[in-house]
């Protein structure tokens, strides 16, 4: 670990926020250059390097555009800036924890992990409306108890107090986060939609749904001593709003004049708006036009409604990224933190990196991080989310007698051309990619369960027997965040004026209900995660005992023994597993980054999480298909080897391997039983020198089978002594 301190940095081939940099623009033109200065890779790290989930949202900041289309009387959203529309009518909206989509799938997948239930029985539903305005409205209920009591302890201490000064701070970003929606209608929208339905149907009556018309009484004995409820005398004076002991009435001036202050085109009923959703005031006299306000009400509804449905479709992808990108990191689960995995970010179109003008630029930017005796940029896994896989043609059909799924075109996938392409230039840099099929319901576990693996086969063997295909892992199945069959939400019911007064329809056509169609991950993610959070001897040390903190975990072989239970992923299961005709499929073939959702006890426990059946590269061996650990630890030999013998120089090639005990190979041999020792028993090291041709044939034994490796001698003057 004192030469080579990490190995499980990640590049991810990918792009998030195109409005920022990405790796092609940064490294720039390379001609007649073999290497970047240290100073063009450490702007690259600046830019485009991330330690964590927060990290990554921070540098990256996801970014949904939305402008309003007057012809139509819709909004539009664009994940990229709209060209040729002014700056001011254009709104960002920040695709972060404060999202409430995002917000709304991260619990979900928290959920599904501490209950560990399948899809078919998770109740999707009870987590779905996080994003109907109800919801939205608990969200800002609770913002508001918080700046109220801050509020309250700010206006009783004295001025100049040290700690009014810091409540004060505090205050301010409270403030600055309420006033982030004063301009955007979108996000006032659940406000006014709550809003109306409280004044209407005055809270209390609306999980009945019943709106009779209210006129607030007072309980009295009358002459004769029986009782009846009088409505209570109107008042306009503020004597009710004294009664509020935390100076409410200062803090809706505040919120007023902040609205005033901040919003470019300010309206009185917005402002109404924010104030009372911020600071209730007991209401001191409101006439109410119950009419136009329910003609408000179920135009917001149907506007918010299919607003939110464009918002939805459009920020998908890009949240599918996102959370891929939060999996990946969510994998290194551990209290002792070590060797964490980092990401870096080529925020850039696979197809566009793969360009012919652009893969000198690649090739450049990896020859100066991976060619080099320096390892603290040394890139090891790649990730290649979404490649396309063309399933079996669907019937053509000539009239459309029921409503069938609208043709959406993807143009999101990768060919495998542009994989083969980008394989072909990281060969040389040893970098393994772990790749998936785009993702949606034809390539979930209930997908493989029973459809089995043979059309991700079939898609694969292009990779098969090339010079690259040890550094192709293909991971399947996809991970679902929401299933598309579970993934409807309900937004709200129409509001209906009656004799009574007002109530919320219960009609079917009356409920407004929006289809997010499914929220997959591309396993990518997750099996990059896992493979980059075992390289660390600390996340090891979490469920094994014997464990060398001196070595990552290269040689660990996640499919041996129960490895697979105890270095699971943080996912919950999916499905009650595999038919056992599947898994002898899988056996037989030993193909690809296999996950399964199986029901697996270790030592008594039951295991509620997906683990991994199989770990394999394209590389072809004996039985099927070969372990990706056996890439991993013949580079991490070569690169020790390259540093330890000055590149190659012959004399110190012997020294490496003689039998001396202070060789590099006597303490490898020495240091076995241990998970993640170099050399494990069963294993062998041992080399043949080429005079003739000047090459190293190096042959690492794995059990019995045999890897090689081939090195450039580099000739010393002296003679060799053994």
Same mark, same amino acid.
């Given at each position: ?103 709304? &799938?991260?619990? &979900? ?33 609770? /913002? ?143 006439? /109410? ?31 599918? =990224? ?21 990401? &870096? ?9 793969? =360009? ?30 979404? /490649? ?74 292009? &990779? ?37 007064? /007002? ?220």
């Amino acid at each position: 670990m004192e030469i080579i301190n990490q190995t499980n940095r990640t590049i991810l081939f990918e792009e998030i926020n195109p409005e920022k940099l990405d790796l092609i623009t940064i490294v720039g033109d390379v001609k007649g250059i073999d290497s970047l200065s240290d100073d063009r890779i450490k702007e690259i790290n600046q830019q485009l390097l991330v330690r964590s989930f927060d990290e990554f949202l921070d540098k990256f900041t996801p970014t949904v555009y939305s402008f309003f289309n007057a012809a139509n009387q819709k909004v539009m959203y664009t994940l990229r800036k709209p060209d040729g529309i002014p700056d001011e009518m254009i709104s960002e909206i920040r695709v972060d924890q404060n999202n409430d989509f995002l917000k709304m &799938l991260f619990t &979900l997948i928290d959920t599904k992990r501490s209950q560990g239930i399948t899809n078919v029985d998770f109740k999707f539903e009870n987590l779905l409306d996080m994003i109907s305005p109800k919801k939205v409205m608990d969200d800002i209920r609770q /913002v508001r108890k918080e700046i109220h009591y801050l509020y309250g302890q700010y206006d009783q201490l004295d001025e100049g107090d040290p700690k009014k000064l810091d409540m004060g701070d505090k205050l301010n970003a409270m403030f600055e986060e309420a006033s982030r929606n004063y301009n955007n209608v979108m996000a006032m929208l659940p406000l006014a939609i709550e809003d109306i339905k409280t004044r209407l149907l005055l809270g209390g009556a609306q999980e009945e749904n019943a709106g009779e018309a209210v006129q607030i009484g007072m309980l009295t004995i009358g002459e004769g001593g029986e009782l009846k409820i009088i409505e209570a005398p109107k008042s306009d004076s503020t004597e009710l709003v004294l009664l509020d002991e935390n100076g409410a009435g200062d803090l809706s001036a505040v919120f007023g004049e902040d609205y005033d202050s901040i919003t470019e085109s300010p309206s009185n009923y917005v402002k109404d708006l924010v104030v009372r959703t911020f600071v209730p005031l007991p209401a001191v006299h409101a006439e /109410v036009n119950t009419e136009l306000e329910v003609q408000n009400y179920n135009t917001y509804l149907e506007f918010y409604k299919n607003a939110k449905d464009d918002f939805v479709k459009t920020v998908k992808p890009l949240v599918e =990224k996102i959370i891929g990108v939060k999996l990946f990191f969510d994998q290194y689960a551990t209290k002792n933190k070590g060797m964490l995995p980092t990401m &870096l970010i080529a925020n850039s179109k696979l197809d566009m990196l793969v =360009k012919s003008s652009n893969i000198p630029r690649l090739e450049t930017f990896l020859n100066t991080v991976n060619s080099k005796n320096d390892f603290s940029d040394t890139i090891w896994f790649g990730i290649v989310p979404s /490649v396309e896989l063309e399933t079996a043609g669907k019937v053509k059909v000539s009239r459309e007698r029921f409503k069938g799924n609208e043709k959406v075109v993807k143009n999101d996938g990768y060919t495998m051309e542009s994989l083969s392409m980008l394989l072909q230039v990281v060969k040389d840099y040893k970098i393994q990619i772990f790749f998936n099929f785009e993702s949606g319901e034809d390539t979930t576990f209930n997908s493989m369960a029973t459809a089995g693996i043979d059309k991700y086969i079939d898609k694969c063997a292009p &990779l098969v027997r090339k010079e690259y295909s040890e550094f192709a892992i293909p991971c399947v199945p996809n991970f679902t965040i929401i299933p598309k069959e579970k993934s409807g939400v309900i937004i709200d019911s129409k509001m209906l004026q009656t004799e009574n007064g /007002v109530e919320l329809s219960k009609e079917k056509e009356d409920i407004l209900k929006l289809w997010i169609e499914g929220v997959y991950v591309g396993a990518a993610y997750v099996a990059a995660g896992l493979a980059a959070a075992y390289q660390c001897p600390e996340y090891l040390r979490e469920t094994f005992k014997t464990v060398n903190k001196d070595f990552p975990g290269a040689r660990f072989d996640i499919e041996a023994g129960d490895n697979s239970l105890r270095t699971v992923t943080t996912m919950a299961k999916e499905i009650t597993g595999f038919t056992n005709s599947i898994k002898d499929a899988i056996n037989r073939k030993n193909f690809g980054f296999v996950f399964s959702s199986e029901n697996a006890q270790l030592q008594d426990k039951d295991i509620r999480r997906i683990t991994v059946y199989k770990a394999r590269s394209m590389a072809l061996s004996e039985d099927g298909f070969d372990s990706i650990y056996k890439t991993l630890v013949s580079t991490y030999i070569e690169r020790i080897l390259r540093y330890q013998t000055g590149d190659f120089k012959h004399e110190n090639i012997v020294r490496f391997f003689s039998n001396n005990p202070s060789s590099q190979k006597s303490k490898w041999v020495g240091t076995r039983g241990y998970i993640n020792s170099i050399i494990q028993d069963g294993d062998d090291i041992s080399y043949v020198i080429d005079e003739k041709n000047n090459l190293c044939h190096i042959d690492l034994v794995f059990n019995g089978n045999v890897k090689n490796l081939e090195v450039m001698i580099t000739k010393g003057t002296s003679p060799v002594k053994a």
